[in-house]
């Protein structure tokens, strides 16, 4: 698995007006329209799984959503690849990720799945966790990036809650970047999801299946590239404070979390970070 360590990015999110069954026609559209503007497809559709970690006053959640437009996210993810018969998971990424407003900071390091219980344990990391980060990252910033984030787990007490899935193609040139998401599911997990050998088709019923289509548009800094004022004028999108975590959450606190102490004033805080998006114009 490849990718920088770092990621300093602006990232928005718009709502899409099209249903599931309107991905593939749109995905085809993009797959003509992007190009023109040096974004390509990458890979084919990719399922994405993300286990995000909070304590068991939910102190990151409530955090996500009464500090509109910041969150701070800390999660274990995966890629698997679509159409294909499930294999046992290899590796991942360990990340957190920061957002204030528009802008998201993200560190990130991988580690095989052999190697994540001695990350839990709080073990300083081995070699083979050196090996797997050389992409031109120094060994001393790989175990720094990797005590920080261990620490940032074991000090507040984080555990896996919330398993997030969904379905992704991409598009890229060398500074941006187009995602479409959709068939998005949250599950309820707590830590036998490390023995699951994929994500991508848990045995137990979602806790929740959003409606939503999802685009995703990243890039360094500054103003948005000029190209996305036509993206928006050619396609059904709304820009979106839609956040995967919090709608998942609220799914959470609707059915298996229902009868924490709090679960009620979340789903209150959740139902007023979210309102309607606007269309653009």
């Not at 996210?73 to 018969?85: A, F, H, K, P, Q």
């Not at 074991?154 to 969904?166: D, Q």
């Not at 956040?243 to 007023?272: D, T, W, Y």
Request: glycine letters at 8%; charged letters at 30%.
């Amino acid at each position: 698995m490849k990718g920088p360590i770092y990621q300093d990015r602006i990232e928005r999110n718009y709502e899409v007006g099209v249903s599931q069954d309107g991905v593939a026609g749109l995905w085809r559209e993009l797959s003509e329209y992007l190009p023109k503007y040096g974004l390509h497809p990458i890979y084919g559709i990719t399922c994405v799984g993300s286990v995000y970690f909070d304590n068991r006053d939910y102190d990151l959640t409530c955090y996500s959503i009464v500090n509109g437009g910041r969150l701070i996210l800390v999660r274990l993810r995966t890629y698997e690849n679509y159409g294909e018969s499930p294999k046992p998971i290899s590796d991942y990424w360990v990340e957190v990720k920061i957002r204030e407003k528009e802008r998201w900071r993200k560190k990130r390091f991988g580690l095989y799945r052999a190697d994540l219980p001695e990350f839990l344990e709080g073990r300083d990391p081995g070699q083979s966790v050196l090996d797997y980060n050389q992409n031109g990252a120094d060994p001393d910033v790989i175990r720094n990036l990797y005590r920080e984030t261990q620490e940032t787990v074991l000090t507040n007490g984080l555990k896996p809650v919330l398993l997030l899935t969904y379905k992704r193609i991409a598009f890229q040139n060398e500074i941006e970047r187009v995602c479409l998401d959709w068939d998005i599911q949250s599950y309820h997990v707590g830590a036998d999801v490390y023995s699951y050998d994929s994500w991508k088709y848990p045995v137990e019923e979602p806790a929740g299946k959003s409606d939503k289509t999802i685009l995703e548009l990243k890039y360094p800094r500054g103003s948005p590239p000029a190209w996305t004022a036509d993206l928006e004028k050619r396609y059904p999108i709304w820009k979106s404070n839609f956040s995967k975590f919090v709608e998942g959450m609220g799914f959470l606190f609707q059915g298996p979390l229902k009868h924490h102490k709090e679960a009620n004033s979340f789903l209150r805080k959740i139902e007023a970070y979210r309102p309607e998006s606007q269309p653009l114009g």
